[in-house]
């Protein structure tokens, strides 16, 4: 019986033993935080798309209102439609702010809790786990292992509540989350072509244009810097994967058939995940400048009706259509108007359940499986003792 009670006991101490060198490991390899360093850049593109659609959609209404107030379109005023439309969108635009804040601030600590300080605090409180362990000194493992798991926890906890939230998101939220801010284009572009057939040319609508074509300008600059900032990641990437073929033996770089070593496979799945965000982005830019040219010409053509100059050859013909149409589309946008606040609200939801909701869920659940597990080591321990 003494025998069985001695190789149990070391058992449980290769295991613990173990189980800290894995998760030592785990944090000089770096994977888990590139992973949630991808999903966080991914959800803050997501993101900023959604915020940008709803302040387009916000600019369009302002000019809208800023037509002519007192118009009365069938049985209700312009106001009518659109203030609630209005009021929405600028409530949803406030709280999208706090999911892209707390995507960011999440992006920021795991670059932070990434770096090699935090592996080097880890490693130390990890090994003197390890030597309380051998030693068999209960009080001292007792101390140990509460250092060390807060350690692991502060070290993990971003990246494990950023993979689980990407996991959620993927599964569950994702699908409705494209149709919904599809939707939200939708109407953005029918609020365009009801401004555009609205018939009158104020300074509103003016100032209004000018206010998107500069967020539009605006949007282009930033993302322009980011797909320069990318490239450079992806061309230091290449770099890299140069310099380490560049150091294997000349018969095995230029041996076609040989096995490609795991850093050069991580190197290259970086390098393709990094060239997806750059095409992500470029198909964003090209679709702000389509958006940024159409606003351009959309302002100078106002400019020329503002003067009473003509704006194209037929429009002598728009001008005697154009109220009929105005109406028609005010009208049908009265009538979708429930449809857009469900979307958005549901939107709005899932914007704030992966980006702020989930993430504390998750971070508690960690806090609580760490503090179980600091008091199920106590436990053992105490039992090896004894």
């Known amino acids: 019986m003494p025998k069985i009670d001695i190789t149990r006991r070391l058992g449980r101490k290769e295991v613990s ?10 944090g000089w390899s770096g994977k888990l935080d590139t992973q949630s360093t ?3 850049d991914s959800a803050i593109i997501t993101g900023g798309a959604v915020y940008a659609t709803a302040r387009g959609i916000n600019a369009l209404v302002s000019a809208l209102q800023g037509t002519e107030a007192s118009i009365v379109v069938m049985s209700f005023s312009i106001g009518e439609v659109l203030d609630p439309i209005n009021d929405l969108i600028e409530r949803f635009s406030s709280l999208m702010l706090v999911a892209l804040g707390s995507l960011a601030i999440q992006k920021i600590l795991t670059e932070v809790l990434s770096d090699n300080i ?31 798991l807060n350690i692991a926890l502060l070290r993990f906890a971003i990246g494990i509540v950023a993979i689980t939230s990407n996991w959620v998101d993927a599964e569950f939220l994702a699908e409705n989350r494209d149709r919904q801010h599809f939707a939200m284009q939708a109407l953005k572009s029918d ?54 073929q560049g ?45 940024y040219s159409h606003q351009q010409d959309s302002l100078d053509c106002l400019n020329q009706l503002a003067k009473g100059e003509e704006c194209g ?64 080591l106590w436990i053992k321990q105490e039992s090896v003792t004894r």
């Open 17 to 26: 033993i173990t189980v800290i060198l894995l998760i030592c490991l785990v």
């Open 38 to 40: 991808e999903y966080l």
């Open 118 to 148: 935090f592996n080097f605090i880890l490693t130390f409180s990890g090994l003197l786990l390890i030597t309380s362990i051998l030693v068999s000194n209960s009080r001292a493992t007792q101390i140990a292992s509460k250092i060390f």
């Open 191 to 244: 609020l365009k072509a009801v401004n555009d057939s609205s018939g009158f040319v104020t300074n509103n609508d003016l100032e209004a244009s000018k206010e998107v074509l500069l967020q539009l300008s605006t949007q282009k600059d930033a993302l322009e810097a980011e797909i320069a900032s990318y490239a450079q990641r992806q061309t230091k990437l290449k770099q890299e994967l140069e310099k380490l």
């Open 247 to 291: 150091e294997l033996p000349f018969v095995q770089r230029n041996n076609p058939f040989r096995e490609v070593s795991t850093q050069e496979r991580n190197l290259i799945s970086r390098i393709s995940q990094v060239d997806n965000i750059i095409r992500k982005l470029q198909d964003q830019l090209d679709s702000v400048e389509d958006l």
């Open 313 to 376: 050859i037929f429009s002598n013909i728009q001008n005697a259509l154009r109220q009929t149409t105005f109406k028609q589309k005010i009208n049908s946008l009265n009538d979708r108007a429930h449809v857009f606040a469900d979307n958005a609200v549901q939107l709005l939801m899932s914007m704030l359940l992966k980006s702020l909701l989930m993430p504390l869920f998750a971070l508690y659940l960690l806090l609580r499986i760490s503090r179980g597990l600091a008091s199920s």
